[in-house]
């Protein structure tokens, strides 16, 4: 069964700061892998996503995930935190194959941007 | 475009009284879905739609009902509300097909049940 795990409930930077927020995911064959991000009182926001390919995604608001297969990872970063990143993340997978567009979400993550 | 639109935003609901959560998107898209929002659990897949006329169930789909009968509306129905239904609800809309495409979420309905 596919699963995506986010190990960290919150993660704590200082603004300026990198940023990495973790995921890891099980699924079989090749995954796709997304994330969003959910601002207070708001739904989620698609923030990139991994299909194929370079492994480094770019993204919005300058946000970018790595793919590493062998770790069965697709963690989020940020080379330097705003305050305003301040939001829930999410993880999420969507097995590959089919027509369907279901996505297994993560627990997500609090990041807190301290200025 | 208005994009994918919730209504209400807010609900108290009696234990055992019913209702329905409204969800429409103007983008023509195929696939709707719906998911529940609960601290410490993510989002849950409770009911999807691929397209008009036909819907399949998620993860938790028990005391919901849903029906697609048109591709602008994606209407979910507690039949018999329970404080265990106390959640935020999503609905979410996507182009369908092999390529995976990003969802575009609704601003949530938030349900209390008391």
């Known amino acids: 069964a596919q699963s995506v795990a986010q190990p960290e409930d919150q993660v704590n930077v200082a603004e300026g700061n990198p940023l990495t927020v973790k995921c890891t995911y099980s699924v079989s064959g090749n995954p796709y892998l997304f994330w969003y991000v959910q601002y207070p009182n708001r739904g989620l926001q698609f923030l990139l996503k991994?299909?194929?390919?370079?492994?480094l995604v770019k993204g919005s608001y300058g946000f970018e995930a790595e793919f590493n297969k062998s770790q069965t990872s697709f963690h989020l970063k940020k080379p330097s935190a705003l305050v305003s990143d301040s939001a829930l993340y999410f993880c999420?997978?969507?097995?590959?194959?089919?027509?369907?567009?279901?996505?297994?979400f993560g627990t997500g993550t609090l990041l807190a941007v301290q200025p | 475009n208005a994009g994918v639109t919730q209504t209400p935003k807010f609900q108290v609901l009696k234990t055992g009284q019913s209702m329905t959560l409204q969800c429409a998107q103007d983008m023509n898209h195929e696939y709707m879905s719906w998911y529940r929002q609960d601290p410490g659990m993510g989002l849950r897949l409770i009911h999807y739609?691929?397209?008009?006329?036909?819907?399949d169930q998620g993860e938790v789909p028990n005391g919901y009902n849903v029906s697609r009968s048109t591709t602008e509306d994606f209407p979910l129905r507690l039949l018999s509300a329970a404080p265990s239904q106390t959640s935020v609800y999503f609905c979410?809309?996507?182009?369908?097909?092999?390529?995976?495409?990003?969802?575009?979420f609704g601003p949530g309905t938030r349900l209390t049940v008391t």
């Open positions: 991994y299909i194929t390919g370079d492994n």
């Open positions: 999420a997978v969507r097995a590959p194959g089919g027509a369907t567009n279901k996505l297994i």
């Open positions: 979410a809309s996507s182009p369908t097909g092999l390529s995976p495409y990003e969802q575009y």
């Open positions: 739609s691929v397209g008009a006329g036909i819907t």
